[in-house]
């Protein structure tokens, strides 16, 4: 048996980032760029109207507030190009996002328009009165935004939907992205049924399968639910084979130390090379973890074998298999663990003597900074417990009770 901070360290070495990947656009949304997108063009791509009105010369508004006369030489919406030139005296109706006409260098609002000739058109004449005219007002140059040549999403960028935006208007049909991390997850136990199945006697619902699906969605993975597992070495055997050809293995239950804990052996005659089994952890202690060689110098797969208690494996998860996706899907490591941050507890709570305790509870602000009140909770099958729970305090292994008040570690479990 190993310290956390020992077992988190394997995890972190094992684990290497996927080679990143070339998706469409569309399905590279949430993933990171592993490649700047580079516009293929300015944007705007030619002076164009920002106002619904009138393109006017500047020469033409020599003074602001002037009532001036033009003739309305062309209309023009959106997508219209022209090549009638505005000459002195003139003007074009034109609409929002059209190409400036030739000559033309502001925009006058329709708004702007008097005497009851807004509603000017080619051929018309329009009075327009701008008490506050600027020379080039109301019109987006080109390149404003950005020119042709220019990254405007350097590597490492989330794409969200602005950033998704952004990219198709500089014309990347095509990303370079870090890769969505495929985890195959499998629950084994002879006693589980699927959650829409009513338990017989002596049988339990599988909620560590949805509650990991979970977990890994909420890290932009992917999950690849492969069911459950009866407690027989081959049916362990058949889903063990297939989970090893995904980026990573995730098993809950059978690891521990009773006659039918087949997981350790399985793996190990499948291939998967040990790297700890057991850690000083509560709960969470039976946790194994392992690594499958891939050729050609691929980023070995890896291979967790979690507690079958759901609150045990959702602890396990946050410890070892966030970090481990984390790396894999080329995130900074900033981003690899849940944060810690110091406060004070906001009730007694008692730490076991041999091992760390991560209790799950709530958090608020006091005087003395992050309060952590635990959660009532029954120990590593509680799911009620851990429900609701915004962080984990971690109390030390020294079998005392941490009174209320007293410094404590909190990992945030809200930051999700």
């Avoid at 095509?174 to 629950?187: G, I, N, T, Y």
């Avoid at 049924?193 to 049988?203: D, F, I, L, R, T």
């Amino acid at each position: 048996m190993i310290d956390l901070a020992t077992a988190v360290a394997l995890v972190e070495r094992s684990a290497r980032p996927l080679p990143p990947r070339r998706q469409r656009l569309l399905e590279a949304c949430g993933r990171r760029l592993a490649r700047g997108v580079v516009a293929d063009c300015d944007s705007p791509p030619w002076d164009r109207a920002m106002m619904d009105g009138f393109a006017v010369r500047d020469a033409d508004f020599a003074r602001a507030g002037e009532t001036v006369e033009l003739d309305v030489a062309v209309d023009l919406a959106a997508g219209d190009v022209t090549g009638i030139a505005i000459r002195p005296g003139t003007c074009a109706r034109i609409m929002t996002g059209a190409p400036m006409p030739p000559g033309a260098e502001a925009i006058v609002p329709v708004e702007c328009a008097v005497d009851g000739t807004a509603a000017a058109h080619a051929g018309g004449r329009v009075r327009l009165a701008d008490p506050r005219f600027r020379p080039g007002q109301h019109v987006g140059r080109r390149g404003a935004a950005f020119v042709r040549g220019q990254e405007v999403l350097a590597p490492g960028a989330a794409l969200g939907a602005a950033e998704i935006g952004l990219a198709a208007e500089a014309g990347a049909a095509h990303v370079v992205v870090a890769p969505r991390v495929r985890v195959a997850l499998v629950s084994t136990g002879s006693e589980l049924v699927p959650c829409e199945a009513v338990p017989g006697h002596g049988q339990t619902r599988n909620s560590n399968g949805p509650m990991l699906a979970a977990a890994v969605t909420l890290l932009g993975a992917e999950p690849i639910p492969l069911g459950i597992a009866a407690d027989k070495p081959e049916a362990i055997r058949a889903v063990v084979a297939q989970g090893l050809a995904a980026d990573m293995l995730v098993l809950s239950g059978g690891v521990s130390a009773g006659d039918l804990d087949l997981v350790p052996g399985i793996l190990a005659r499948c291939g998967v090379e040990q790297v700890f089994h057991k850690v000083r952890l509560k709960p969470g202690k039976p946790v194994w973890f392992g690594t499958l060689a891939r050729p050609e110098a691929a980023p070995p797969g890896l291979v967790f074998g979690l507690p079958g208690n759901p609150a045990s494996s959702l602890v396990c998860f946050e410890l070892f298999v966030r970090p481990a996706i984390m790396i894999l899907a080329g995130a900074s490591r900033e981003r690899w663990h849940l944060p810690r941050e110091r406060g004070v507890l906001g009730a007694a709570a008692k730490a076991a003597a041999d091992r760390p305790v991560y209790l799950p509870c709530r958090l608020a602000h006091g005087p003395q900074g992050l309060v952590a009140t635990p959660q009532p909770w029954t120990g590593s099958s509680d799911l009620l417990g851990l429900a609701g729970a915004e962080g984990l305090v971690a109390l030390p292994a020294d079998g005392r009770v941490h009174e209320a008040g007293e410094p404590v570690e909190i990992l945030r479990r809200d930051a999700l």
